[in-house]
């Protein structure tokens, strides 16, 4: 697994396949403008999930969410229990602004909310704003991050303990968030979860995969629940549009569903005409009965969904244009599609194999 910080020369990743070249419970930071490694960070377990923001690294173990400064000389700074999370379930907020992390709760098929800038430095320290030298590949506003162009840096490494506590060298600092939210947002265990850029908005998905629900991070209120089928369905990925009006998600069925989330806002968050341009998704005939018939018929279902060539195991997200989704395939291929906002059909752009 690989996560890039923005559009950096800055990569976490983990070892993995048949023959890896460094263990999977190592998170290795690479610098592209120099070619090597700038620090390592091992675990008693493996890695399952890796992320990185502007100034933290989030790994994600069997039970356990633990939160490390970016720098040349990692700092361990929070450290969360969690239930079994064998798919390493978590998303954090991409917005350089937005400091969101959510990962499952202790409890199966809770969600658990924490805002990273709210801390409390119980050492009487400060963190520092950007602690990494970034050379970028974007414009700074584009990267979100200071930029300092450096040609070398040192290579540092720690290790961590099964419960998260530093074995060497001591920690100067130790901080603690002030606010924890805790959703109880599905009956079985959490397959996915992503969060929107502003951070306002999490969606998860269960282990079942037939539904898909969206809540607000602040008060915990449920303010979508999608249905993406009636089957059982393994939950690749879920992703909100930029601008935070839509949804994608992939699945083990080779299908990426597209909902619209712009039909719960009030008319002074939508001009006229975006109303106008977007299609609302796809509900039963007989949604005027919900209150006697079945939960199953007062649904939202995705107005727009196309198959995947070959039908492997693939992530997606929205495209640079505001009707596209790219979608990366683990065969090696990369796919584009346009879908019309107002008729709901899919047109692929282009297909690359790169593998």
């Not at 933290?56 to 239930?83: D, G, M, Q, Y």
């Not at 994608?248 to 597209?258: A, E, N, P, Q, Y």
């Amino acid at each position: 697994m690989v996560a890039m910080l923005y559009r950096s020369n800055y990569l976490a990743f983990v070892g993995g396949g048949r023959n890896p070249r460094f263990p999977p419970n190592k998170v290795m930071l690479w610098d592209d403008a120099s070619s090597k490694i700038i620090a390592e960070l091992e675990f008693r377990s493996d890695v399952l999930n890796v992320q990185l923001q502007r100034d933290r690294i989030v790994v994600v173990l069997r039970n356990k969410c633990i939160v490390c400064s970016l720098e040349a000389k990692p700092r361990h700074l929070h450290a969360f229990e969690t239930a079994d999370n064998d798919r390493g379930a978590m998303a954090i907020s991409g917005g350089s602004e937005s400091g969101i992390l959510v990962f499952p709760g202790r409890q199966k098929g809770h969600i658990q909310i924490v805002d990273l800038h709210s801390c409390i430095n119980l050492s009487g320290m400060q963190e520092a704003a950007s602690p990494v030298a970034v050379h970028s590949l974007a414009t700074p506003q584009q990267a979100g991050v200071g930029i300092q162009r450096t040609r070398s840096r040192s290579k540092g490494s720690f290790s961590i303990e099964s419960n998260g506590t530093p074995a060497s060298p001591p920690l100067a600092t130790t901080v603690h968030p002030t606010n924890i939210n805790i959703i109880a947002a599905h009956a079985t265990s959490l397959s996915a979860l992503a969060v929107s850029s502003d951070g306002a908005m999490v969606a998860s998905a269960s282990e079942k995969g037939t539904l898909i629900r969206i809540f607000d991070t602040m008060s915990g209120r449920l303010l979508h629940e999608l249905r993406r089928g009636v089957d059982r369905a393994d939950i690749y990925s879920i992703a909100f549009s930029p601008d935070n009006t839509r949804l994608c998600v992939s699945s083990d069925k080779g299908t990426v569903h597209i909902f619209n989330l712009e039909a719960k806002q009030s008319a002074a968050q939508q001009s006229a005409a975006a109303a106008a341009a977007a299609a609302g998704n796809r509900q039963s005939n007989l949604k005027f009965m919900k209150d006697l018939l079945p939960k199953y018929f007062s649904s939202e279902w995705s107005f727009a969904h196309f198959r995947v060539a070959n039908e492997v195991r693939c992530i997606c997200g929205f495209g640079s244009e505001r009707n596209s989704v790219v979608v990366l395939c683990a065969d090696g291929t990369a796919q584009k599609y346009s879908f019309d906002s107002y008729r709901g059909s899919c047109v692929r752009e282009w297909y690359r194999k790169f593998i």
